[in-house]
Each structure stands twice: as structure tokens, then as C-alpha cells.
């Protein structure tokens, strides 16, 4: 079973950087997934950041694509997020999540961490 | 940021009556490329439907997606509980390559 667990700060400054890490466990980063970072504002739907595949492919939503990055450690099997400039708009709980072997959707998440932008 | 229409934004049932949600793409979409997620208050979203009308495992069989083209739907057969939540739909497609949408909320009426 594909247990997934995001970490980092809680809190972060405009204009500063979010960065977030998922731990993987039951599967390693090597496997045939497509690894994935999703948002949710508070009250507010889902978006989804982007994805990337562990030999570098990446995808990202072209609204975040100028601040994003993605990469991923295969010695620890994690995978992680950098969000630089934020804004109060990037307030979010983030999910990680992964598709599985359910193509083209995500079977497997984390339980999400929330992020909020304050001074 | 762009998101998928779905209707009713709230729909209001009474335990054992039959719920039908809808979801409406933009353009006309690989039956393969359209999900639907429930998710409760405080939790991650949980995969129910991939693939339009595939339930994935574990979810029970009152559960059914259905539909083609730019339109599709979610149907609870007989509602339980605890599946008064939020459900949202998601297309597979190519920029950006997922997209949700808006969200319906099931409330017990």
C-alpha cells in the first residue's frame, strides 16, 4: 500500500519561498508513476501544480509554471515542491498524490499540509 | 485558472434517494481522461470513478459514472450517510494536464 506524506513549514513570507517535501512509502520514486503536487485554497476547489515523472520529466500548470520547480531524491524516495514569490493567494492546504496504476487520475494522496502566506 | 463546470453547486437529498451530478468539458474528451473524487471535510479528496464509468477499489457499487463526448455524470444509486460530501470532477487533458472541477456539495436535506 502507497502511503504518501507531505512536510515543511507551516508559515511562510510574501515574497519568500514555499517548499514542501513528499515521503513516499510502500513503492519506490522509481516506480512507473507520474508524482504530483495539488492545492486547495481554503473553502476553495482544487488546482493542480504539476507533475514529474522520476527520470526528469516534468509538466507543470502553465498559471504557476514561472514559480515552480519540482525534483526528486532517490536516495531517500522523496519528492518535492519550491513555490518562490508567493503571495497570500498561494495560502493552500498542498497535497501530494500520485496516479498508481489508475491512469490519467490520482489514486494515491497525502493527507495535506497547509500552507499560509503572512507576514 | 480553469475549471470545469459542474451542476448543482449544492444538491440537497434525503438519505435512500438517488443523487445525479454532472460535469461538462470544454471540448470533447477521451472517455479514458474523465474521474470523479469524493472529499469530507478535513481529509484528502478519495478516487471513485476513473476512466468515466470504472470504480476504483474499494468503492461500492451504488457508485456509477456514466457519459461522453463533453458531458458526463456521477450517479449515487441509493445515498448512505456518509456519502453527503463534495465531489469533483477531473479531465485529463493538455494544458495544464489536470483539470477540477468546481465542486458539487451533497448536503442531507
Known amino acids: 500500500q502507497v502511503q504518501l506524506q507531505e512536510s515543511g513549514p507551516g508559515l511562510v513570507k510574501p515574497s519568500g519561498t514555499l517548499s514542501l517535501t513528499c515521503t513516499v512509502s510502500?513503492?519506490?520514486?522509481?516506480?512507473?508513476?507520474?508524482w504530483s503536487w495539488i492545492r486547495q485554497a481554503p473553502g476553495e476547489g482544487l488546482e493542480w501544480i504539476g507533475e514529474m515523472y522520476h527520470r526528469g520529466s516534468t509538466n507543470y500548470n502553465p498559471s504557476l509554471e514561472s514559480r515552480v520547480t519540482f525534483s526528486i531524491d532517490r536516495s531517500t524516495n522523496q519528492f518535492s515542491l519550491k513555490l518562490n514569490s508567493v503571495t497570500a493567494a498561494d495560502t493552500a492546504i498542498y497535497y501530494c498524490a500520485a496516479t498508481g496504476g489508475y491512469s490519467y487520475s490520482y489514486y494515491y494522496w497525502g493527507q495535506g499540509t497547509l500552507v499560509t502566506v503572512s507576514s | 485558472e480553469l475549471v470545469l463546470p459542474q451542476s448543482p453547486g449544492t444538491l440537497s437529498l434525503y438519505p435512500g434517494e438517488r443523487a445525479t451530478l454532472s460535469c461538462r468539458v470544454s471540448q470533447t474528451t477521451n472517455s479514458r481522461h474523465l474521474a470523479w473524487y469524493q472529499q469530507k471535510p478535513g481529509q484528502a479528496p478519495r478516487l471513485l470513478i476513473y476512466?468515466?464509468?470504472y470504480r476504483a477499489t474499494g468503492i461500492p457499487d451504488r457508485f456509477s459514472g456514466s457519459g461522453s463526448g463533453t458531458d458526463f455524470s456521477l450517479t449515487i444509486s441509493r445515498l448512505e450517510p456518509e456519502d453527503f460530501a463534495v465531489y469533483y470532477c477531473?479531465?485529463?487533458?493538455?494544458?495544464?494536464?489536470?483539470?477540477f472541477g468546481q465542486g458539487t456539495k451533497l448536503e442531507i436535506k
Open positions: 510502500g513503492d519506490s520514486i522509481t516506480s512507473d508513476n507520474w
Open positions: 476512466g468515466t464509468s
Open positions: 477531473q479531465q485529463y487533458g493538455s494544458s495544464p494536464r489536470y483539470t
